[in-house]
Structure formats: C-alpha cells, structure tokens
C-alpha cells in the first residue's frame, strides 16, 4: 500500500487507526511516501510500523506516489494500492476491492466516488472538472470511467512496471496516467467506494491551482496520445 | 544606424563578450549557454560594421526604418532564448525529482539494510 503524504500529522493518527481496525499487516506492506514534510508525518507513520520513503523536498503528490511505485517495481510487489493519507479512503473498502480486483482480472482497479452515491459535498465546479476528465478518459482509453481522479486505485505487477518506468507527472496524476495505461492495452476496472471529505489542512487542487490543474489534465491527456508509445518505455 | 549608434553597439557587444568569457572562465557560465550569447554578440558586431546585413533583414521583415528591424529581431531572440531556458529548467526539475526519489528509496534501503 502506498500513500502519499506531505504535512499530514494531523490526519495520520485518524488513518492508521483506521487501516489497523481493518488490514492485517501480515498480508498488506504499507509504504508511506513523506513528499518533504515539515511535521512530524515521517515520524508518526515510522511509530506506527510502516516502512517510509522520505523526500528531502516536496515534489508533488504524483512523485510521491511514483517512488512508491518505483520502490514497488524494484522489491517485486505484485499489486500496489495507493491510498491517500488525507483521511479520504476507508480501509473497510479495501478488501473488497482487492477482491474485485482478482475477479475481474484487472490490471487497474479504481474506487470510483460516482458509482455509489456521493458521501460528502463535492463543489460543483470541481465535479464538472471530475466528470470532464472522466469522459475524457473513458472516451480515450475505450474503457467505461466514471472517477478518473480518485487516488483509491489497485495496479497490477504490468502497471507497476509501466508506471515505474516512464516518465510519470509530477503534479497531479489522473486521466492523463489511464488514457497511458490503456494504450498499453491495460485492462481498466471501476468498483463503487464511499470517500470522505479530508478532516484537517487544505486539498492540494484549491484556488488558482484548480484552474492549472484543468489546464494540466487536458494538456497531459492529448500529450499523453503524441507521446512515446507505453511499449517503448517498458523496452528501454 | 549612425555612426555614433554603431560606436555605442559595438561597445556594448564588447562588454557583452568580455562578460561572458569571464564567466566561463570563473565556471559560473557553462560553454554550451555561452555559444547563444556570442552568436548574438556577433550578429550585433556584423550589424554594427556593415550596413547591408542590416538593410537585408529590413527587407526582410518589411520594416521602414532599419532600427526596428533590429529590434524586432531582438524580440524574437529573447523570446527564444526564453523559451530555451524554460526548457533547460524543465529537465533540470524533472532531474531533481528523479534525483530525490532515488535518494529516498536508498535512504529506506540503507535503513532497513542498519537495522538488520
């Protein structure tokens, strides 16, 4: 399990209660990615039994996740789940999606948010942003997406090695990253999940970065078509 | 351009020269960023000695006074060498990253390879 965190300390406490009630560590490894924090995140998770990857400065949320699946590539992990450290995700969901994702064969299982009914108030503008890069995504990939920018995704030993390899964004990693997977013939799987909103601090996509982050997202996508091909990455 | 013009242009381009030569020399300017500036510096030095060069660009550009032919070109230099170093900066933060990525899953190798 990966998680991505950067000046969390406030929500970790909440989380890592919430992932012991519900995973056994036994069968799960959890890697918590601290991008450059300047509080005690390292700390508390290292308490708490998980292995940390400390960046020495803050690169980005989709960095963060990247080391964690660079360092799931090079250690042989079959599967690699990202969760984010905000509080979002519920650890009750996640055996159910792996078990989804043995089922149904997938090489990415996402916890779509908009395949159940919304458990916490999403503004408007930004869900129009969501569900924009969703049709994108699925109209791109071929493949039915409702949630592009959940962070609650399952990736197979193939993603993993694809995503490890190439040249991965450093902000933000959302339809930009399926629409890649999928021209690398990746099979593309969705399973509803209920999220909450985040308890403390501020979401990193706020103010004048949501409008960067829609530039972004729409750019990466079309770049992502005129880009190298996802079989030439895995061959250099 | 006057002659009191091509005085002051190639004084300038001097200037321009002998501080970009001492900056290699002090390694604070690497030889590949200098190539760009002594190219321009040449072009000011060829512009100032003769005026057909000059006239020819005016042409060119279609401008009716040769000076704002000259800064058109200027213009479009900076918005190049912009655009240049936007690039240079892009792969030097893609760089960076990659560099504290590594760094950090070798710190959590070192670690975990300490504590036995």
């Known amino acids: ?236 | 351009m006057t002659f009191h013009q091509r005085i002051v242009a190639l004084l300038l381009s001097l200037l321009v020269t002998a501080i970009v030569i001492e900056l290699v020399r002090r390694r604070k300017l690497r030889e590949e960023f200098s190539v760009i500036w002594m190219l321009t510096t040449l072009f000011v030095i060829i512009f100032a000695l003769w005026e057909w060069p000059l006239m020819l660009v005016r042409r060119i550009v279609g401008t009716e006074i040769a000076i704002n032919a000259l800064f058109l070109l200027a213009i479009i230099f900076l918005v190049i060498i912009n655009i240049y170093l936007s690039m240079k900066i892009s792969i030097l933060t893609t760089r960076n990253i990659r560099l504290a990525q590594r760094i950090g899953i070798l710190e959590e190798k070192i670690s975990r390879f300490l504590d036995g």
Not at chain 1, 26 to 37: A, W
Not at chain 1, 48 to 63: D, E, Q, R
Not at chain 1, 102 to 107: M, V
Request: with cysteine.
């Open chain 1, 1 to 236: 399990m990966v998680m991505p965190a950067y000046n969390e300390e406030e929500n970790l406490p909440y989380v890592i209660s919430d992932i012991e009630k519900h995973i056994s560590r036994e069968e799960i490894d959890i890697l918590l990615i601290d991008d450059g924090s300047a509080d005690r995140t390292g700390q508390i998770a290292r308490d708490a039994g998980f292995k940390v990857i400390k960046h020495c400065f803050n690169l980005g949320s989709a960095s963060a996740v990247h080391t964690g699946l660079i360092f799931a590539y090079e250690n042989g992990y079959e599967i690699a789940l990202t969760f984010d450290s905000d509080g979002q995700h519920r650890a009750e969901d996640l055996h159910y999606l792996l078990r989804r994702f043995e089922e149904k064969k997938a090489d990415v299982l996402i916890g779509s948010r908009f395949l159940s009914s919304p458990s916490y108030h999403i503004p408007f503008v930004r869900k129009i942003g969501m569900r924009l890069f969703s049709f994108l995504a699925s109209f791109l990939s071929g493949q039915r997406i409702t949630d592009a920018s959940s962070g609650y995704r399952i990736y197979g030993r193939r993603a993993i090695e694809l995503l490890a390899r190439m040249d991965y964004p450093s902000d933000y990693q959302d339809a930009d990253i399926l629409v890649f997977l999928s021209m690398a013939g990746m099979k593309i799987m969705e399973e509803p999940v209920l999220m909450r909103s985040r308890m403390h601090g501020k979401s990193m996509i706020r103010n004048i970065k949501a409008f960067y982050y829609v530039y972004k997202n729409i750019l990466s996508i079309f770049l992502m078509l005129l880009r190298e091909r996802p079989d030439k990455v895995v061959k250099k």
